[in-house]
C-alpha cells in the first residue's frame, strides 16, 4: 500500500540554525500539507500546496517558514532560524483532492528538536 | 470558523467492553468531512474513519464505527470489543470544501485495561 514517507525521523537542532524537514507524498497525489504537534497537544495546521504554490497557510506559518518541491516527488519544509518553541512532530501529508471528502494521509512525523 | 471540541482528555475502558469517545464541532459550512485518526505512542497518525455531512448513515469500518448527530453538532467515536492495542491518542478532525486543511481536536488519551 501506498504510504507518505519522511525523513529524518528525528532532528537535533542548535537554536539559529536552518533545518530541512523531508517528504516524499503519495506518488498520485496532488495536495500536500505540512502539520506540527507540540509534545502533549493538537496537532495544527501549518500550510498547504498545490501546483508548486502555496494555496493556504495558517499564522503559524511566518517568513522563517518555507516549502518547496524541489523535484516531483520530494516536498520539503524548511526553517530558516530555528528557536525553542519550533520543537515539535512535524507531520506531512497528501491528498488526491481538496474536497471535504478527501483523506488526507500522513507521513510518520518527523520530531524536531531545538537546543 | 471552524472548531472542533474534545471534552474527555482521558478515557479507560477493560478489554473487551464498547467505548464512546466525544467529538463535537462547529462549522458555518455546509459541506464538511469528519475524521478520527489514532496515535499511538510511536507518533505516527492512522486513519480510522470518516463521516461526510451529507452522509445519511453512521460511518463503520471493522470495529470502529461513528455517530453522527448532524443537529447536535457531534461525531463521536464507537469502538466495540476494545483491544490492548487501541490504547493511543484518539484525535478528532474537520475538513471544509474549501479550506484545504484539517482542524483537530486536542484528543483523548484511550487506556485499555486487561
Known amino acids: 500500500e501506498p504510504e507518505v514517507t519522511q525523513t529524518p525521523s528525528h532532528q537535533v537542532t542548535q537554536m539559529g540554525q536552518e533545518v530541512i524537514l523531508r517528504c516524499v507524498p503519495i506518488?498520485?497525489?496532488?495536495?500536500f500539507y505540512w502539520y506540527r504537534q507540540i509534545l502533549g497537544q493538537k496537532v495544527e495546521f501549518l500550510v498547504s500546496?498545490?501546483?508548486?504554490?502555496?494555496?493556504?497557510k495558517s499564522e503559524i506559518f511566518d517568513d522563517q517558514f518555507s516549502v518547496e518541491r524541489p523535484d516531483g516527488s520530494n516536498f520539503t519544509l524548511k526553517i530558516r532560524s530555528t528557536k525553542l518553541e519550533d520543537s515539535a512532530m512535524y507531520f506531512c501529508?497528501?491528498?488526491?483532492?481538496?474536497?471535504?471528502?478527501?483523506?488526507?494521509?500522513f507521513g510518520p512525523g518527523t520530531r524536531l528538536t531545538v537546543l | 470558523a471552524q472548531k472542533i471540541t474534545q471534552t474527555q482528555p482521558g478515557m479507560f475502558v477493560q478489554e473487551k467492553e464498547a467505548v464512546t469517545l466525544d467529538c463535537t464541532y462547529d462549522?458555518?459550512?455546509?459541506?464538511?468531512?469528519l475524521f478520527w485518526y489514532k496515535q499511538p505512542s510511536s507518533g505516527e497518525m492512522i486513519f480510522l474513519i470518516y463521516?461526510?455531512?451529507?452522509?445519511?448513515q453512521n460511518a463503520t469500518e471493522g470495529r470502529y464505527s461513528l455517530n453522527f448527530q448532524k443537529a447536535r453538532k457531534s461525531a463521536n467515536l464507537v469502538i466495540s470489543a476494545s483491544q490492548l492495542g487501541d490504547s493511543a491518542m484518539y484525535f478528532c478532525?474537520?475538513?471544509?470544501?474549501?479550506?484545504?486543511?484539517?482542524?483537530f481536536g486536542t484528543g483523548t488519551r484511550l487506556t485499555v485495561i486487561p
Open positions: 501529508a497528501s491528498s488526491t483532492g481538496v474536497n471535504s471528502y478527501n483523506e488526507q494521509f
Open positions: 506518488s498520485n497525489h496532488l495536495y
Open positions: 500546496f498545490y501546483n508548486n504554490e502555496i494555496s493556504e
Open positions: 462549522t458555518s459550512d455546509q459541506s464538511y468531512g
Open positions: 463521516q461526510g455531512s451529507y452522509d445519511e
Open positions: 478532525a474537520m475538513s471544509t470544501t474549501g479550506a484545504n486543511n484539517l482542524f
